[in-house]
């Protein structure tokens, strides 16, 4: 007997509907996904044109390979204690980026939420510290495993007696650059950091990834606060 066409049929059954549950289903629940109104702005919000140019700076050195994206939900991963965000990732965060840089590895810290962590302040700090890191990661974090990254500064010969300009990256110590030179980033290291600034996506309340209620603060009872009064007239 001839069973060609049942195995074809049986064949085509089967990879028809692993096609409909892991491409079709998926692509009819997420695929079209809009970036949902938050307050008077939306969410995720788009990038400004620096970090954009960043996050390609980002994707050409290959972070990736040691930093994921992705913040695990609280029963399943150490994620949100680590303080690597106060929810877990979901697919509305990632619907700018193409492609989406997950990761896989985490020889390092996941990224989700660094510019929250190391926040853009007025001071300049985070930026400061940002810039040493990538210069060589020894400045901050001694004994980093994390590669230095010396191409994305510019070494600046200095006329005799001339100070360091405005624009030279803070170094001290063993670290500071020989007499009559000075370190300046280049303009792909503060595209990079203006990326790493933007990733704060774990921080927003979404419908599918609620914030955690903050529990009472200890000792929280129903009694009246001390002073309180129920009389009206004062
Ligand atoms: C070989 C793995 C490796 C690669 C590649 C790597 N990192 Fe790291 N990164 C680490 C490790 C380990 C740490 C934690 C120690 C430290 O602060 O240096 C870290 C820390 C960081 C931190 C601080 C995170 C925090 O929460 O404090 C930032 C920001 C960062 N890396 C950005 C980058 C960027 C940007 C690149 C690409 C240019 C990159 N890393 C490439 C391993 C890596």
């Known amino acids: 007997m001839n069973h060609g066409p049942l195995i074809f049929l049986g064949l085509l059954f089967t990879m028809a509907s692993s096609w409909c549950g892991l491409v079709l289903a998926p692509q009819l629940q997420l695929g079209n996904q ?8 939306s969410y995720p919000p788009n990038r400004p044109g620096l970090a954009n140019q960043g996050r390609e700076i980002y994707r050409a050195n290959g972070c990736f390979y040691c930093h994921s994206q992705q913040v695990g939900p609280r029963d399943s991963s150490s994620d949100i204690t680590r303080g690597w965000g106060k929810r877990h990732s979901v697919a509305q965060d990632y619907i700018n980026d193409l492609p989406v840089m997950l990761g896989s590895r985490r020889l390092g810290p996941d990224l989700m939420n660094v510019g929250v962590r190391r926040a853009e302040d007025e001071t ?6 940002h810039l040493q ?20 500064f510019e ?12 624009e030279a990256l803070p170094l001290s110590g063993r670290f500071a650059p020989p007499e009559g030179i000075e370190i300046v980033p280049k303009p792909e290291a503060f595209a990079l950091v203006h990326y790493l600034f933007s990733l704060q996506s774990a921080e927003v ?18 009694a009246a606060p001390a002073g309180a009064t129920n009389s009206a007239a004062k």
């Open 155 to 166: 070494k600046r010969q200095l006329s005799r007696g001339q100070a360091h300009t405005a």
């Open 124 to 129: 300049g700090t985070n930026l400061v510290w």
């Open 133 to 152: 890191h990538l210069y060589n990661p020894q400045i901050t974090s001694p004994g980093s495993i994390m590669p230095s990254y010396p191409y994305l």
């Open 34 to 41: 809009q970036p949902v109104a938050k307050g008077s702005t």
């Open 205 to 222: 309340a979404l419908f599918e990834a609620p914030l955690p209620v903050p529990p009472p603060p200890v000792g929280d009872t129903n």
